[in-house]
């Protein structure tokens, strides 16, 4: 009897996540003005590596349903956890083996089918340096994306601050 309670209550913690989801047909990805102005840092490349994980991690979480909503996101800000090519170009002295913090501040909407627009916000940023040596350029941009679409799928939307 304790077993097929159990049972059941995992498998309600399983599915209730998924039926929450929104449905989503599209998912759109840009750049913000902020980080569109960092261009000692940032070049075409790296915004479209950005847009492109950020539009993975969320189609990966959502796979896009005929018939669902729009989900335009904008990538406000953005911090690499290793230097870009552009930054080792323009900096002497700085090396590939440098490492930092970094993160992701993500904003947008959610267009449901019926009109209704839902604000989005969300934005993480590492605090730990202990980890970033083993991390990609992006890893805790990546991160932060993860992280959003992980709160999309659960209908979280915005930060509860």
Not at 11 to 29: D, H, I, Q, R, T
Not at 48 to 61: K, N, W
Request: charged share 25%; proline share 7%; net charge neutral.
């Amino acid at each position: 009897m304790r077993i097929a309670l159990v049972s059941a209550l995992l498998l309600l913690g399983a599915v209730s996540p998924a039926l929450a989801a929104p449905a989503v047909s599209e998912v759109k990805v840009s750049i913000g003005a902020k980080l569109a102005e960092k261009t000692d840092v940032l070049d075409q490349r790296e915004f479209d590596i950005l847009t492109s994980e950020l539009q993975h991690a969320v189609e990966r979480r959502l796979p896009p349903r005929p018939g669902g909503g729009v989900l335009n996101l904008v990538i406000e800000d953005a911090k690499p956890n290793r230097p870009t090519p552009r930054q080792l170009a323009k900096t002497p002295g700085l090396s590939i083996q440098s490492f930092g913090v970094g993160g992701a501040r993500i904003s947008g909407d959610y267009l449901d089918p019926a009109g209704q627009r839902t604000p989005i916000a969300y934005s993480w940023w590492e605090t730990d340096i202990r980890w970033a040596p083993y991390g990609s350029t992006w890893h805790d941009a990546e991160t932060a994306f993860d992280r959003l679409a992980d709160r999309l799928v659960r209908d979280q939307f915005t930060e509860k601050r």
